[in-house]
């Protein structure tokens, strides 16, 4: 395995555990120059099959959003975002996604900000960028004060999905004419419920999470997080009585594979530290399969035929499994927290999953703090997003598994 890392900005971060985690306010971490610059995530990457670039969506707080990689000299351009950002467009979270009919680049932006802020702040932005102008198109903000965590395309009829924060709707866009639809709250006071992203199948069927009222109790019932499916020929949404596969779920596809020695469950570190199948990432296989990450590791397979679910095998040691991509019929992955992080290969004809733990740059001695997500190109070299290293800028990096 070859392991590199590709540095945008490279600042060393100090104080996180003395002075940030639980006791800063935005306000404070905007402020600080150590952090407002140098504290950058890759939160979405994608690679671009026309014009062979990575484009890599990132968190930061100085709205500088979107750049572009190219694999052939290793340099990095931006892509000049702060012509329409605002201060409170601060990441482009989850996804970013390439038309095939247009070749433009789609995505939305996301939210740091603190609830006294909303008022001000207009909401999360559709946008559209196009890579041979060099030019960008804001769609609208479909939810006023509300920002976007992921979307998710239906490029044969024109439409984008999107799912809302801090409070949870899925929305449906018409690319053409901009109009918003408001579909569903998927969300309730307890659980932090919608996937990590949703996705699309070849039948126009929008797949997510949803999570269950129970307004008359305090108590969750035994499947709190489920599926839903959505389509957009007569409004119909099929709610699914079931979730994802958890760790507890004894029949599975194949067999664990080896995780990294010392390596120990995270969960309690998150706001998901109670294993209900919390989607932290989907992709389609482009025919019948959906493949889901939870944030407990697991890796489950969704029948969109029937809706049923199999649990495969859990995959990551530590927990959180958000970044899946598919290509050729291998199925790439990437996850884990506090270092411990993996990649994994399934060729899914099969039942023998590889994963990759050692995923070290020789070159600096460092390893990314997590993956957020991960794009594959035609040659199958990965692009792993970092992010959310507290202590220093996170980077983009390459992995060749052969």
């Known amino acids: 395995m070859q392991v590199r890392a590709h540095k945008l900005r490279d600042y060393r971060l100090e104080g996180w555990e003395e002075k940030i985690a639980g006791r800063w306010s935005y306000a ?3 402020a600080d120059p150590q952090w407002r610059d140098g504290w950058i995530s890759f939160d979405s990457v994608t690679w671009n099959p026309h014009d062979g670039l990575v484009y890599c969506g990132l968190n930061s707080i100085d709205g500088d959003l979107l750049y ?3 694999p052939l000299d290793g340099k990095f351009e931006c892509l000049g975002t702060r012509r329409w950002t605002d201060e409170f467009d601060v990441k482009i979270h989850r996804t970013l996604l390439v038309n095939p009919r247009d070749r433009k680049l789609y995505f939305a932006t996301s939210l740091l900000h603190d609830v006294e802020r909303q008022r001000e702040a207009k909401g999360g932005k559709v946008v559209c960028y196009d890579p041979a102008s060099r030019s960008y198109d804001v769609l609208g903000v479909p939810l006023p004060r509300l920002y976007i965590q992921s979307i998710a395309a239906d490029w044969a009829r024109g439409f984008l999905y999107g799912f809302t924060y801090p409070a949870e709707f899925v929305f449906r866009l018409d690319i053409a004419s901009g109009a918003v639809e408001n579909l569903a709250y998927v969300g309730n006071s ?3 419920a919608q996937p990590h992203n949703g996705v699309v199948d070849r039948d126009g069927w929008l797949w997510g999470t949803c999570a269950e009222t129970r307004a008359w109790d305090e108590i969750t019932g035994p499947v709190p997080i489920r599926l839903f499916k959505y389509h957009p020929e007569g409004g119909r949404f099929v709610w699914f009585e079931h979730g994802l596969s958890r760790r507890t779920d004894a029949r599975q596809l194949a067999p664990n594979p080896a995780a990294p ?10 706001r998901h530290k109670d ?6 990432s989907m992709v389609y296989d482009g025919e019948r399969y959906i493949y889901a990450g939870t944030t407990a590791g697991v890796l489950a397979r969704i029948d ?12 990551m040691a530590t927990g959180r499994f958000p970044a899946l991509a598919f290509r050729g019929g291998v199925l790439y992955g990437g996850g884990g927290m506090n270092g411990w992080t993996q990649l994994m290969r399934w060729d899914t004809h099969t039942d023998r999953i590889e994963t990759f733990n050692d995923l070290t740059d020789p070159a600096i001695g460092d390893k990314p703090a997590r993956i957020h997500e991960i794009a594959v190109d035609s040659g199958h070299t990965l692009y792993l997003g970092e992010n959310d290293n507290h202590v220093r800028s996170s980077y983009l990096w390459t992995a060749r598994l052969d």
């Open 261 to 270: 020695e010392g390596a120990a469950s995270a969960l309690a570190q998150t």
């Open 190 to 192: 307890i659980f932090f």
């Open 275 to 280: 294993d209900y199948g919390f989607c932290d």
């Open 68 to 70: 572009a990689f190219s």
């Open 304 to 315: 969109t035929a029937s809706g049923a679910v199999d649990k495969v095998a859990r995959v």
């Open 28 to 30: 404070q971490l905007a």
